[in-house]
Nanobody, 125 residues
Framework: QVQLVESVVGSVQAGGSLRLSCAASGGIFITYTMAWFRQAPGKEREFVAIISLRGGITYYAASVKGRFTISRDNAKNTVYLQMNSLKPEDTGVYYC??????????????????WGQGTQVTVSS
């Protein structure tokens, strides 16, 4: 089983940038499709971005496309989320998730068996 740990608890003003990292251990990282989700207070967890096993395929939610970039370094067992042009509505707890040999279009939380503990991102206006 894979364990996931997110890092960078961040606070930034609107228009700023943050990079989230998620380190994986306990599994063969390259066998996991990786994704980021987020959850705002009082709302359901929502899909943000996904990256395929070797990083060749990425897919984004419409709300972040063009502003966020997901990437992975399989040598470091780490997935990243570069967030630019941040908006207050990007505020929430961000989670990384892993799906063993998952589809590169898996955007529903139920399709992921492994989750990090979450990291808070706050974007002030």
């Amino acid at each position: 089983q894979v364990q996931l740990v997110e890092s960078v608890v961040g606070s930034v003003q609107a228009g700023g940038s943050l990079r989230l990292s998620c380190a994986a251990s306990g599994g063969i990282f390259i066998t996991y499709t990786m994704a980021w989700f987020r959850q705002a207070p009082g709302k359901e967890r929502e899909f943000v971005a996904i990256i395929s096993l070797r990083g060749g395929i990425t897919y984004y939610a419409a709300s972040v496309k063009g502003r966020f970039t997901i990437s992975r370094d399989n040598a470091k067992n780490t997935v990243y989320l570069q967030m630019n042009s941040l908006k207050p509505e990007d505020t929430g707890v961000y989670y990384c998730a892993a799906s063993l040999y998952g589809s590169s279009r898996s955007s529903h939380p139920d399709e992921y068996g492994y989750w990090g503990q979450g990291t808070q991102v706050t974007v002030s206006s």
